[in-house]
């Protein structure tokens, strides 16, 4: 490697990164109180607050080591010259082309992969089974991480030779590559609930009775078209509860763990899914797909000028990392990190604008239901089913909460 300025540059980034969230886990733990918020008194007891708040810390030194982990890694293969090492055993074993490509981003993907897997299992089931949320066997543990594998092969492998292929082969690379790319995540959003989801949990059609005939009439309230009603067996692998919209167009799809529908009423339970309608009718969906888009169109630009073989930028870049040949898919790995300042500030705007849409989704069920106690008492009974914290510090919140805490919307749902 090169110890040149745009490699002191994105030192300097990924320590400041780092020490962001580590400034944040660190105010957020302070912020705990040993107090609980009244509001919380009917589904909280002075048990459950204290295994809440235990929960928060081991969860946030868990991050702080894991995180810590990650970027002593990163260095340790960027210093010892990793990432020109592997390219040049990858053209060794492939020569130059797709093949040599495919074969350094597998393997970067399974080195990631097996350098983590520890503290997945570690996570899932030492801490989560200890504040009794983890429900995975080893045995499913294992199959998971196989299925995951052979859907990223699946899936990953043919996008990243199309990406790559286009970028060697075509003019004004980025365009085409951001349409394939477009196109691939579109097939993918309407493959996922009738091919990927299943293959992970079991969907079972909801049976007709009072709950599914007050979905139906809330959907139908709302000029929602609603198609089939399931209920996920979330309890598999986790006793944490959730609830969530699939599908495109007019075949929309609900799913709620079975978890969910143990622990709430039948009136809480249409809140819940009235806020989920709230962001398809409020068109937060397709603001989000949009933005989206736009945001993968200018990172394919970018990626189109960090990999120009005659580029002073590009060879810096190269430089710095190591790597002798310039090339899309070593280009590919080192913009990820190149960009990581940036896709930390896009990701605390995107964060701002999720928590504001939550607030309209909340306020869109209150008024389709007409009783926003009904969401204000679910999301207070989900709060305690998962250990939430419910005294997170701002900044925290500002960095990464993509929903405002609970406290909050309970205040916003009775100020209307």
């Known amino acids: 490697m090169e110890l040149n300025a745009l490699a002191i540059l994105i030192l300097i980034a990924l320590f400041a ?10 105010l957020n733990l302070k912020a705990l109180s040993p107090d609980l918020p009244k509001e919380f008194s009917d589904v909280f007891d002075a048990e459950r607050y204290a295994k809440s708040q235990a929960y928060t810390r081991e969860s946030a030194r868990f991050e702080i080591i894991h995180s ?34 495919l074969f350094f981003l597998s393997a970067l993907f399974i080195g990631h992969t097996l350098l983590h897997l520890p503290f997945s299992i ?51 690379a980025w365009l085409w590559a951001w349409g394939l790319f477009v196109a691939f995540q579109l097939f993918l959003t309407w493959l996922a609930p009738s091919v990927i989801l299943p293959l992970f949990n079991k969907f079972t059609p909801m049976e007709d ?3 599914r005939q007050a979905i139906q009439a809330m959907a139908a309230k709302c000029g929602f078209p609603l198609g089939e009603i399931s209920v996920m067996d979330g309890s598999k692998r986790s006793t944490k509860a959730n609830a969530f919209f699939t599908g495109f167009g007019k075949n929309k799809k609900i799913a709620l763990y079975d978890t969910l529908v143990e622990e709430q009423t039948q009136d809480e339970l249409v809140a819940v899914l009235a806020h989920e309608i709230g962001h398809f009718k409020l068109k937060h969906i397709i603001q989000r797909l949009v933005v989206s888009m736009l945001q993968a169109g200018a990172l394919f630009f970018l990626l189109g000028l960090v990999t120009d073989p005659h580029g002073k930028f ?7 990392f190591g790597v002798q ?5 070593v280009g590919l790995v080192l913009f990820s990190l190149l960009f990581a300042p940036v896709s930390r500030l896009l990701g605390i705007a995107a964060n701002a604008w999720s928590r504001k849409h939550e607030f309209e989704a909340d306020a869109f069920a209150a008024n389709a239901t007409g009783q926003p106690e009904s ?6 009974k989900l709060s305690a089913k998962n250990l939430s914290n419910l005294t997170p510090h701002p900044f925290r919140v500002f960095l990464d909460y993509s929903h405002p805490p609970v406290l909050v919307r309970i205040h916003a749902l009775r100020a209307r």
Do not use: C, M
Not at 72 to 88: A, K, S
Not at 314 to 320: G, I, K, Q, V
């Open 17 to 26: 990164l780092w020490k962001l969230d580590f400034i944040a886990t660190i």
């Open 325 to 329: 040949k310039i090339s899309p898919h």
């Open 122 to 172: 570690y996570d899932t089931f030492v801490i989560e089974e200890k504040y009794g949320f983890n429900k995975t066997t080893p045995k499913t543990f294992v199959i998971d991480q196989i299925k995951g594998l052979f859907l990223a092969a699946l899936i990953g492998l043919p996008l990243a030779a199309g990406i790559l292929w286009i970028f060697e082969k075509v003019p004004n």
């Open 375 to 380: 969401l204000v008492t679910a999301l207070k």
């Open 209 to 211: 009775g009072p709950l």
């Open 68 to 101: 810590t982990f990650s970027l002593t890694t990163l260095l340790v293969f960027w210093f010892i010259g990793g990432f020109g090492w592997l390219d040049d055993w990858a053209r060794t074993i492939f020569g130059d082309g797709i093949p040599a490509g």
């Open 314 to 320: 590009s060879r810096e870049l190269f430089d710095a």
